[in-house]
């Protein structure tokens, strides 16, 4: 039934007859556009030319557009080309791709030194808007936070509860494991080398003050950020693209009070726990350590930590961790918030909220460590 | 071939879907002959879709044959597979447009993994294709989150017709159109299954595109068909739901 396609030029007198055979279909289409292209040339002749497609087995959409835009380029000049033999079948296939209009396809735009730097310009006027978003966002939240402070009754505790699970409760095992590991490696490295100057005790210092003031709170924040940062920015960016925050506002509810609210306070509850938990695991890891790689008793341990730590290393670590996940919480939902239509952009959201929130958790590490250090604690 | 003209284009036999212990489709027959339009209706939650899906292979079954081009898609391989799906088009419920591709990408896309044609052809038959399908060229660099619902449905179906397939499955392909684009839609149908001698599966609950573009309906209940035949045999029918259905006051507002 298939058969290759062909078009043969017969001679008519003062005419030329264009005469197509065979399938005219999608699957033949590279043939066929050779074969058209071949024909095309034929255009500006003397005579008049007629397409005949009486003889083609099977015609489709490709097969028709074809015949036509031949038909078009041999219209040009005086000639008109024509199209002959038809059946009924094809015709209105036919008349329906005569009337595409052949409309030059703009292209996507290439890439030009200029578009690069303007691309760059954009790119950097667009950090005061990220840093106007943020503080937007962080007002916002506020706001709804003092509303809920005097209707009490409206606070979403169910909501809360079921972020701080999945925030909290189910991070635990993989952030115990994380930080048990790196207290390891402290533990491992600092007695490796401190070995050489016979101050191997002098790891427990350096492991306390490092992660209760320091890895503990900024580890765990980066695997947060990591984890949750970026589920909270798909849920609310996905939201976003089925309109159901569209459909909340709709319904009289501020999306800031019934999404964003809850996520927030869930964060800012759990990092605290988290980062407390992580730092324990962290000196359990170098403890062990330090005992089997290291041979500091568990006894001489404790009592080392209890002389080289305060309480006020503790209390510097773990206050930056609300500010932390306030920091995250806030970058997630306003990129997720900022997602368009497309799953691309729910992806470049995801990635921008992953990324920003451990750059805004880095600078905000580096500003407590510039006051807690002029405050001399 | 000529095997492959008098059998009918998809054969189910006996299919079982199951989800968890709810039995959706309970030992299932449905032949489509080809070039025909099937039209397929059902109350809601029926397993129209379901079916659908089931016989393009999304959904798996618990039992049961399905032959699609006499080739049965349980037991072929994938080069087989691959060239049944290349001849089929699906228009999915929510038009399911690549949301990171404009308009043109979007129809291409089949084209470009599928036929080894030049660029200025693709951009052509795109052309055509959304002519075909009533909308104008300036849409072809919009993204799908910039279409209106019908305008969705429209570049969806160019979409499922962009390879020129033998058969397209439509999920309500007339729901959220204005009577007006779904009296187009249903002309349109009719219109490239006259051309192309396509075949049309096409669920679908308007009831003028039941009257003016199917040539038969077949009728989904319990998880079987209850009926199949022509609009007149299902107006004759004494079943209750199908009385109901054809009998209503919208049935026959449309049949004036």
């Known amino acids: 039934m298939n058969s290759d396609p062909k078009l043969e030029r017969i ?37 008049s030319i007629f397409i005949d497609v009486s003889e ?8 028709a557009w074809l015949i036509e835009r031949l038909r078009r380029s041999l219209t040009k000049g005086p000639v008109e080309a024509q199209i002959a033999g038809l059946s009924a079948n094809y015709s209105s296939l036919v008349d329906e791709v005569r009337r595409v209009r052949a409309t030059a396809v703009v292209d996507g735009g290439t890439v030009t030194i200029t578009g690069m730097l303007e691309q760059i310009g954009r790119t950097v006027a667009g950090v005061g808007g990220t840093v106007a978003g943020l503080v937007d966002m962080l007002g916002a939240v506020l706001a709804a936070g003092f509303r809920v402070l005097i209707h009490p009754r409206s606070f979403r505790l169910t909501s809360t509860v079921h972020h701080m699970e999945q925030v909290c409760w189910r991070a635990v095992p993989i952030i115990v494991l994380i930080t048990f590991l790196i207290g390891c490696i402290i533990a ?49 960016g996905s939201m976003k693209m089925r309109e159901e925050i569209d459909a909340l506002r709709t319904m009289g ?81 306003v990129e997720g918030l900022a997602v368009q239509g497309s799953a691309e952009s729910l992806g470049q959201h995801t990635t921008a909220s992953v990324v920003k929130g451990i750059f805004f958790v880095i600078v905000m590490d580096g500003v407590f460590a510039i006051f807690f250090a002029s405050i001399g604690m | 071939m000529a095997g492959e003209i008098q059998n009918p284009i998809i054969r189910v ?21 080809r070039g025909e339009i099937l039209g397929f ?159 049309v599966f096409m669920v679908t609950h308007d009831l003028d595109s039941l009257y003016t573009a199917c040539d038969r309906i077949a009728v989904l209940g319990n998880g079987k068909i209850i009926a199949a035949g022509s609009i007149a045999d299902m107006q004759a029918s004494q079943h209750p739901w199908l009385r109901q259905y054809f009998h209503g006051k919208r049935a026959r507002a449309v049949m004036g």
């Open chain 1, 11 to 47: 001679a008519k007198g003062n005419a030329l007859a264009l005469c197509a055979t065979g399938t005219w279909t999608a699957s033949f289409a590279p043939v066929l556009e050779r074969i058209v292209a071949d024909a095309e040339k034929l255009a500006g002749g003397p005579q």
């Open chain 1, 56 to 63: 083609v087995a099977k015609l489709d959409t490709f097969g």
């Open chain 1, 188 to 236: 491992q490295q600092g007695i490796f080398h401190f070995r050489r100057f016979g101050a191997d005790i002098f790891v427990v210092d350096m492991l306390g003050v490092l992660v209760l003031r320091e890895i503990g709170v900024l580890l765990v924040a980066i695997m947060v950020a990591g984890r949750s940062g970026s589920a909270y920015t798909a849920e609310l």
């Open chain 1, 253 to 333: 509810f501020d999306p800031i009070e019934v999404l964003v609210l809850p996520r927030m306070m869930a964060l800012v509850l759990a990092l605290p726990i988290l980062a407390f938990l992580g730092a324990m695991a962290a000196l359990y890891g170098g403890g062990l350590v330090a005992w089997l790689y290291g041979g500091v008793e568990p006894e001489a341990f404790l009592l080392r930590l209890r002389d080289a730590i305060s309480i006020d290393h503790f209390i510097v670590g773990i206050v930056k961790a609300p500010v932390m996940a306030a920091v995250i919480g806030i970058v997630a939902c």
């Open chain 2, 13 to 33: 036999r006996d299919i079982t879907v199951q989800f968890g212990s709810t039995r959706v489709l309970d030992g299932l027959n449905l032949d489509v002959k």
């Open chain 2, 41 to 199: 209706v059902g109350p809601s939650g029926a397993g129209k879709s379901v079916l659908t899906r089931t016989i393009i292979g999304l959904v798996p079954k618990v039992a049961g044959s399905i032959e699609v081009f006499g080739v049965d898609l349980d037991s072929s391989n994938t080069s087989q597979r691959r060239n049944v799906e290349r001849r089929w088009g699906v228009l999915f419920q929510q038009g399911a447009l690549f949301s990171s591709l404009t308009v043109r990408q979007n129809i291409q896309f089949p084209m470009r993994e599928y036929l080894r044609v030049s660029q200025r052809l693709m951009d052509e038959i795109t052309m055509a294709k959304l002519t075909m399908v009533g909308l104008k060229p300036e849409v072809a660099e919009r993204f799908p989150s910039e279409l209106s619902g019908g305008m969705i449905k429209r570049v969806a179906l160019a979409r499922a017709l962009s390879l020129d397939p033998d058969l397209v499955f439509l999920d309500e392909p007339t729901s959220g159109l204005d009577p007006i684009g779904a009296g187009d839609f249903d002309e349109l149908v009719r219109t490239l299954q006259r051309t192309l001698g396509l075949t």
